[in-house]
Every structure is written in structure tokens, then in C-alpha cells.
């Protein structure tokens, strides 16, 4: 079930929501947060209902390993339990990765295996391992198994995030103003939903041929055909992913839960540290808290705090992924914020309009990778941006690439305010009910066939 089909808008969500209501409206606390965490799995098993026997079982591996932490602190149990959820992960997302490369390696020909990737397996198992390794450090922390299932399926967050910690969320389970109506709450929910699926259906969607267009069917891309198909794709996983959040914390506030925030303009950014500051920003805090940091962070030299950088950025990218183009993206992040940093160290003062260009100038070429289906295919893109193919458009796609609408969305990225500012800013006046209506219509109109959110693979 997508959050922009009319089965979710018209009849799950509203469901969920009445009964969600009625339940608090009697008091009836534990029934309301009850029917929270069965309504997630409803959602959740949409798709396949073996998805929701597999997150069940890693739910209660996980809670009870919590619960083992807490009674004993044994490390023996951490190091159980973190395994699990990276064998868990491995199973399904890398098996077949790592067959292929076997194969390739020795000229061997083993099978494949016929697995299907469970959906949010990657989310699910972040959040999991987090609240595992808090409770190894913090062992006061308790919570029932109704609260800490509802942590970890909440349908807003479940299938894309944002990664949520326990502590940011399971304590607004218990707070008593998440039961009361709270119509500013509400109102600011759907005006971000209805954002966030602007973003979706008008403005990702649109971007979706025209990168397929480039990066699946053009062999040789030309250089304008190249950056036309690179730039979109930037725009495309940019309103794709943050309208997905957006929606994503929409739907929470209707519940009266408040989520981290995980886009602020990114593309605004006059450097690589302050870009992963802005987007993905509950990924980008999850690495630094459980990878770079243990790893030794910036704590034992400058030479080690690269080599940490570039681990960190390494396995974000094959997080994203089981395909090398994940791996080169997060290297190429990798040796953007070493470089970055070595700037900073030197205390280089660069003209910001220069900085942001090649800021995003960067980000836009690590994209290519992180689009393109195999290497192969990214170096061709990246020899037509240096114009090694060319110039001009092929004449059988002259037609077919719109580059004022990327040009459109590329200065809107930069000028226009970003939905964080709108979220802190709604008043329940007539201007913004008439704001709220208009993208609703136009975006309901526009939904015919719904596709599914660019992280749903990851």
C-alpha cells in the first residue's frame, strides 16, 4: 500500500485514524496505541504477508534481547543480537551480491537464490540495533512490548524512514497529550501529506521518464543529453525521497507523534559536511552515532579520522545497496568530506556561490553512480558530461528532454523555502486552508497509476 494511492488516502488512513480517535475519545489508552501497532502490520503486509512473519520475528529476537540486556548487561547478548539483525540483513539484501562477485572472481557458475528483498529490511534493522547497543549502555531503559512494537512499525516511518531512536519516540506513546485531538496538529499533518505527495506525483513522477530515458535506454549521451539525464535524476531522488518524508512526518502529526526531521535544503549547501547535515539527516546521524564514532571518530588523528570517514561513507553506500555503483557513491562522499575537511582545517575562504556550485556540481556527479544500473553505464554518462559524445541532442530525444522544467526545479530547490520552515510557520487561517486544498487537488488529480518511492529498494 503506497501513501499516494486512493485505497491509503481514502480508506486506511481514515480508518486509522477514526479508530485511533474513538479509542482515546473512551480513554481506552492501551487499545488506541493497540490498534496503532495492528493497523502497521495491515499496512505492512500489504505487499506480502511473509514480510510481516519476518519483521514479527525480528521484533520479538530483538525486544527479548532488550529485555536479556537489561536483566544481565552481557556483551555476549549485544554482540548476539547485532549479529542477528547483520545476518538478518545480509541474508536478503547481499546473498546474491556476493554469489555474483564469487562467480565472477573464480569462473564459477553457483546458483543464485530465488530470494525476495523484504520491504524497510534495511530501516527496520537500523532502528533495532540502535535500541539494542542504548540499552547495552543504558540499561534503566525499559519498555513493554506494545510500545516498542509500535517503535518499530509505525506506518509513517516503517517502510523509508526517518530512522527514529527509541527515546525520540516510545516516550510520546506514554505522553497523554498524543491522546487528545489536537486540530493545529492535524491541519499541519495535512498540509505536509498533501506537500509531500505534490512532490511525489507532480514533480518526481514527471522526472521519471526523462532519467530513464538517459540513463536506460542511451547508450552515448551527449553532453547536454547527459547533464539533462544526471540533473534530473538530482531532482527526481530529491523531491521522490523528501516528499516521501514529508508525508511521512504528515501522517505522524495526525497522531500527534512528532519525527526528527530528515531533509533541509540540502542542495542549498555551500559544502559536502554541511550537505549529509541536511539530507537523509536521521541516516547521516545513525552513521556517526554507531559507526564513525566507535570506530574512533576524530579522537585519534587526522589520518585516522579519514581512514573513519571513508569506512563510514563505504558502508553508507552499500547500506543503500548490493551493487559496486553503491559502493563508488559512498567513496566518492567519502573523499569528499576528507577533502572538505582538510579545506576547513586549512581555514580556506571560498566565494559561497562557488562553493555551492561545486558542492552541487559533486553531489550531482556521485548521483550518477548511485542511479546508473552498472559501472559500464555510469562512465558512459560521465564521458557525455565532459562532451567525449558530443554536443547537441540525438534527434530521436530532442523532443522528449524538458530543460527549462530542470532548470525550473533546480532554482526552486535553492530559493524556495523548504517544508520544515512551512511545517513551523502553518496558521490555521483561510491562506493556508486555500494553499492546502489547491496542491491537494492538483496532486489527486494527477494520481492515475502510483508509483512506488525510490527508497522502497533500499
Known amino acids: 500500500m503506497l501513501f499516494n494511492s486512493f485505497e491509503f488516502i481514502f480508506i486506511f488512513l481514515p480508518l486509522t485514524i477514526v479508530i485511533f480517535y474513538f479509542c482515546t475519545n473512551k480513554k481506552l489508552y492501551l487499545p488506541a496505541i493497540l490498534s496503532l501497532v495492528l493497523m502497521s502490520l495491515v499496512f505492512y503486509s500489504y505487499w506480502n504477508y511473509r514480510y510481516a512473519i519476518l519483521i514479527v520475528i525480528s521484533i520479538s529476537l530483538n525486544y527479548l534481547t532488550g529485555h536479556l540486556l537489561c536483566r544481565t548487561g552481557r556483551k555476549e547478548i549485544l554482540i548476539a543480537g547485532v549479529s542477528f539483525n547483520l545476518l538478518l540483513l545480509a541474508y536478503y539484501k547481499y546473498c546474491n551480491f556476493f554469489i555474483d562477485n564469487i562467480n565472477k572472481m573464480f569462473q564459477t557458475n553457483i546458483s543464485s537464490l530465488n530470494i525476495v528483498l523484504p520491504l524497510a529490511i534495511s530501516f527496520f534493522t ?48 506514554k505522553d497523554k497529550k498524543t491522546f487528545k485531538v489536537n486540530y493545529l496538529n492535524i491541519s499541519t499533518g495535512i498540509l505536509l501529506f498533501f506537500i509531500g505527495l505534490f512532490k511525489k506525483v507532480i514533480i518526481a513522477d514527471y ?60 542542495y542549498k549547501s555551500n559544502n559536502v559536511i554541511d550537505f549529509w547535515r541536511t539530507w537523509h539527516m536521521t541516516l547521516s546521524r545513525f552513521l556517526k552515532d554507531y559507526l564513525y564514532i566507535p570506530l574512533g571518530g576524530n579522537r585519534l588523528g587526522k589520518l585516522r579520522k579519514y581512514i573513519n570517514l571513508m569506512i563510514t561513507m563505504l558502508l553508507g553506500g552499500l547500506w543503500h545497496g548490493a551493487g559496486w555503483t553503491f559502493v563508488i557513491w559512498g567513496g566518492l562522499h567519502g573523499i569528499y568530506l576528507c577533502v572538505n575537511h582538510e579545506i576547513r582545517s586549512k581555514k580556506i575562504k571560498i566565494n559561497w556561490f562557488i562553493a555551492r556550485t561545486v558542492t552541487f556540481t559533486a553531489v550531482v556527479v556521485a548521483w550518477i553512480f548511485f542511479r546508473a544500473k552498472d559501472i559500464k553505464t555510469a562512465f558512459n554518462i560521465l564521458k557525455g558530461c565532459v562532451g567525449l559524445n558530443g554536443i547537441d541532442f540525438h534527434p530521436e530525444y530532442a523532443t522528449k528532454i524538458e530543460i527549462f522544467f530542470i532548470i525550473l526545479a533546480v532554482i526552486a530547490v535553492n530559493l524556495l523555502p523548504n517544508s520544515i520552515y512551512l511545517a513551523n510557520n502553518i496558521r490555521p487561517n483561510t491562506k493556508w486552508l486555500v494553499f492546502m486544498i489547491l496542491i491537494a ?18
Open 207 to 266: 522526472f521519471s521518464p526523462h532519467v530513464a530515458l538517459v540513463f536506460d535506454l542511451a547508450e552515448h549521451p551527449t553532453f547536454i543529453e547527459a547533464w539533462a539525464g544526471a540533473l534530473s535524476y538530482t531532482m527526481q531522488i530529491y523531491f521522490d525521497f523528501s516528499g516521501y518524508t514529508d508525508m511521512a512526518s504528515g501522517l505522524a502529526y495526525m497522531f500527534n507523534i512528532k519525527m526528527p526531521y530528515n531533509f533541509n535544503s540540502p
Open 126 to 173: 537500523f532502528t533495532q540495533i540502535a535500541y539494542i547497543v542504548d540499552i547495552y549502555k543504558n540499561r534503566n531503559i525499559k519498555y513493554n512490548l506494545i510500545s516498542y512494537s509500535l517503535f518499530v512499525l509505525f506506518f509513517p516511518h516503517l517502510i523509508a524512514g526517518p530512522i527514529v531512536y527509541h527515546k525520540e519516540i516510545i516516550p510520546q506513546f
Open 441 to 458: 487537488l492538483i496532486s489527486l488529480t494527477m494520481i492515475n497509476n502510483p508509483s512506488e518511492f525510490l527508497y522502497f529498494q533500499f
